[in-house]
């Protein structure tokens, strides 16, 4: 069995949320805001168990120079 699935065959799942590179210097972003209302409800949705969220608000995936 498909050890991401817990036993009522249901999605256990993380949401990752980064930064847009055009709020990259605007601190908290409106795009952080957005990606996790829209993702929460998303996983709300489809019935998925939602374990943790993580946030890179700072720090845009174009740029290798950023805490792990």
């Not at 993380?14 to 996983?43: A, C, H, P, W």
Request: net charge neutral; charged share 25%; proline share 1%.
């Amino acid at each position: 069995m498909n050890n991401l699935r817990n036993i009522n065959n249901k999605f256990n799942v993380g949401i990752y949320i980064r930064l847009s590179k055009e709020d990259e210097n605007l601190g908290v972003s409106e795009s952080i805001i957005n990606q996790k209302t829209l993702l929460t409800k998303y996983v709300k949705d489809q019935c998925y168990k939602l374990i943790d969220i993580y946030i890179d608000d700072g720090f845009t995936g174009t740029n290798f120079d950023r805490p792990a």
